[in-house]
């Protein structure tokens, strides 16, 4: 198809957009419902735990409220970022950090996120935002950011391929999501109820802390005493999802990291009230990680599973939220030591190899997902600009 097919626009000639609802206890009248903050879109997907509820009355439905291919962008935190709502939730509303974007007829939704998902790798939000330290979108601005678009069919034609591969993405994830639960499941029944047990602690099991079955690594890695090595690099960005991650393989001088295996768990200690935790799914022989992760590896004959069961439990979740340290939450942390004084049921190792004969395969169908999900994410980036071309190509004209 060439240029002269695609068409210019501001993104408000072929959209109707609005921010959401001022969060404010005092004012707001009506009745409590969902809504989504910016901390609840991610680049594709949402974070739908634990939503908060503010008040909302009939006659802001309409204008607050979601529907199917609306896309939600945000105004803060990373301008730009977006995703499609897919009536996950019924009655979904908005926030006022957020802008909801409708689109008008001959424009498929899903090729104008994948347009805004390019726009976003390259940067091209940042001359649309204000604020010199914290950037913000303003939805004027938001209106006249500018589109060029292929006729409907085409828009279709690219969109289904995308979307084709973020789909299987998607369904990846949701498996992956019941796997997790249904090893949760097993580990409550066999550590906190003793259903297969006779519902009480065994007399041979002993009573312990997580110290007494994992460490903690605190030996550093130096790879500038590497020249040349090339090694996986996992930092705290790459954790927005819960257990899949994105990697960087760096060549170089780099600052101290630990050395990881595919028999450590990880967790963040930065603002650790966000739940991240990892399982490795090792690629290469010289993976590291930032020091901001707290990294256990299993002793004493233990099994890694079985530390990732317990460090994975919302008991656990609690208890290290309850050792937060720092006043504000870029600064809060988790003194790794402490987390070694959780208390833990102890099995004999024939209990906890029946065990983990139990949830290991569970967790390799996960890492399976995960890893096909990382080979389906590198193909939509790759086809990414070269679907979009057309309608990035004259920005560098500009």
């Not at 979601?66 to 939600?72: R, S, Y």
């Amino acid at each position: 198809m060439s240029k002269t097919e695609w068409k210019e626009y501001k993104l408000g000639e072929i959209t109707d957009s609005c921010l959401g609802k001022m969060l404010d206890a005092k004012k707001n009248r009506g009745i409590p419902q969902p809504y989504l903050a910016n901390v609840n879109v991610r680049w594709g997907s949402f974070d739908l735990d634990d939503l908060p509820l503010m008040r909302f009355e009939e006659s802001e439905n309409e204008r607050y409220g979601l529907k199917f291919g609306d896309i939600v962008v945000c105004e803060g935190g990373e301008p730009g970022r977006c995703a499609i709502w897919k009536d996950q939730v019924p009655n979904m509303k908005i926030q006022k950090a957020l802008h909801r974007v409708r689109c008008h007829e001959n424009v498929d939704y899903r090729f104008l996120y994948y347009y805004l998902l390019w726009a976003g790798k390259k940067g091209l939000f940042d001359q649309y935002c204000t604020g010199s330290t914290i950037k913000h979108l303003p939805g004027e601005k938001l209106k006249i950011l500018p589109i060029r678009m292929p006729p409907l069919a085409e828009q279709q034609r690219i969109a289904k391929i995308l979307s084709s591969l973020d789909d299987k993405i998607e369904l990846n994830n949701a498996i992956n999501r019941n796997l997790e639960e249904q090893a949760q499941a097993i580990f409550k029944s066999w550590f906190f109820d003793f259903e297969p047990f006779g519902e009480k602690i065994p007399k041979d099991w002993k009573n312990g802390k997580l110290g007494d079955i994992a460490e903690i690594k605190k030996k550093a890695f130096y790879p500038e005493k590497n020249p040349g090595l090339v090694v996986e690099h996992y930092s705290l960005p790459a954790l927005d999802e819960k257990h899949y991650p994105v990697f960087e393989v760096a060549d170089g001088i780099m600052s101290n990291k630990f050395t990881v295996s595919k028999e450590s768990v990880l967790i963040s200690k930065l603002n650790p009230d966000t739940k991240r935790i990892w399982r490795p799914y090792c690629i290469s022989e010289h993976p590291i990680c930032s020091t901001e992760f707290v990294v256990f590896e299993a002793i004493n004959g233990s099994h890694r599973d079985y530390i990732y069961s317990i460090i994975d439990c919302a008991q656990f979740y609690d208890y290290m939220c309850s050792l937060i340290t720092g006043c504000t939450n870029s600064h809060q942390r988790v003194s790794p030591d402490t987390l070694l004084e959780y208390p833990v049921s102890i099995p004999p190792k024939t209990v906890l190899k029946s065990f983990c004969d139990k949830i290991t395969p569970i967790y390799e169908m996960v890492e399976k997902n995960v890893l096909e999900n990382q080979r389906l994410t590198s193909l939509r980036d790759t086809l990414l600009p070269k679907l979009m071309s057309e309608t990035l190509y004259n920005y560098s004209e500009k």
